[in-house]
């Protein structure tokens, strides 16, 4: 029994002191995008580690110190201040079906109720409507509670591919949803195909008109850069992004990833049982199933990869470097989740 335990001991301290040689090789290259950061292209980085989907960080980032799966903060109070066009009719209808199973009160606040960063009129609601444990799921920037003196909420959002994000987003002003076209959309003939638009340079593909990095910055930051008329210049974004990254690692507790959406459910599953036990069950039933194809942007189209590639490295070039970060932050913690103490162990 002795030899045993002597052997596995050898094995595991000679995995460890391996792993610790190649991350001092790898280190140089080896990077957190915080503030200040200098990034690195990861063009080796299918050799060096695989995620939990195909899909590849453009950079490398270093989690280590980041606490993969804490503790709900706040078990009685959860806000997702969801993102526009990031699948939160279907989520709604998850979590509607799953307060009735887990006994929590849920409420989605209609985006028409007020804008996206007023606090004042939000806090006024929650006096005379929040009962705990409470699910409030609602268009709205991040916010400091504390500083209006309330306990801050567990804070989870969803996030979308910046390009698909805002594909959605246009073809949905053009022809509205699958559930009722036409719904919410403008005449066909008011607008060029967005291939045409971003080619063309049109007007409504040479900027974002819609709100993105905003949501994760949120309320208390300088007014030089806030919100009414959004994010203008490179210097307002880049610095919007490296303060959301960083609110994302010590503010938020999970942000899930639309294309990854199973997968998101498990990880929101794992890290708030209270409130998404069974929640992957009810997204694969008929009737949720049938939402989430009613909700679909019509008329999408895949777009060819010039005119993605110059969307990307110009008006959303921000968008896509905060989608980057989140979603390698995502995948860190759902192979936290999956591996546990091993797949750290061997994980480079």
């Keep these: 029994m002795k030899k045993k335990l002597k052997l596995v001991f050898t094995f595991i301290s000679t995995v460890a002191i391996m792993r610790i040689a190649m991350h001092n090789i790898l280190g140089k290259n080896r990077i957190l995008r ?5 990034t690195t292209e990861a063009s080796y980085l299918n050799d060096v580690r ?14 280590t110190k980041v606490e993969l799966l804490p503790s709900i ?3 009685e109070f959860v806000f997702h201040n969801k993102l526009p066009k990031c699948g939160s009719t279907t989520m709604n209808d998850i979590v509607k079906a799953l307060s009735h199973r887990n006994n929590f009160n849920y409420v989605k606040m209609d985006a028409e109720m007020m804008q996206f960063d007023d606090e004042k009129p939000l806090l006024e609601w929650l006096k005379q409507n929040l009962q705990e444990p409470f699910f409030l799921m609602q268009h709205h920037y991040w916010m400091n509670f504390t500083k209006h003196g309330y306990r801050q909420p567990t804070m989870i959002n969803v996030i979308r591919e910046p390009m698909d994000w805002f594909s959605s987003h246009y073809h949905f002003k053009l022809y509205g949803w699958a559930r009722k076209a036409g719904t919410r959309a403008k005449k066909e003939t008011d ?3 967005l291939e045409d638009c971003i080619m063309q340079e049109a007007k409504d593909c040479t900027r974002n008109p819609w709100r993105y990095i905003e949501f994760f910055v949120g309320s208390g930051l ?7 008329n959004g994010l203008e210049t490179d210097a307002q974004k880049q610095k919007a992004v490296e303060h959301a990254k960083m609110r994302l690692i010590k503010d938020y507790h999970v942000i899930g990833v639309l294309e990854q959406f199973e997968e998101t459910l498990e990880l929101f599953e794992a890290m708030m049982p209270k409130y998404y036990d069974g929640a992957l069950k009810v997204y694969q039933s008929n009737m949720i199933q049938q939402t989430k194809n009613q909700t679909k942007s019509l008329n999408k189209k895949i777009l060819p990869d010039d005119a993605v590639n110059k969307m990307k490295s110009t008006v959303l070039r921000y968008e896509s470097d905060l989608y980057d970060f989140t979603r390698a932050l995502f995948n860190e913690r759902l192979r936290a989740l999956r591996g546990g103490f091993f797949a750290n162990l061997f994980k480079l």
């Design 34 to 38: 915080d503030a200040g950061g200098v």
């Design 73 to 75: 903060p706040n078990p």
């Design 222 to 228: 300088s007014e030089a850069y806030h919100h009414r």
């Design 191 to 193: 607008e060029l195909l």
């Design 50 to 63: 695989t995620e939990a989907s195909e899909w590849k960080p453009k950079y490398i980032y270093d989690f």
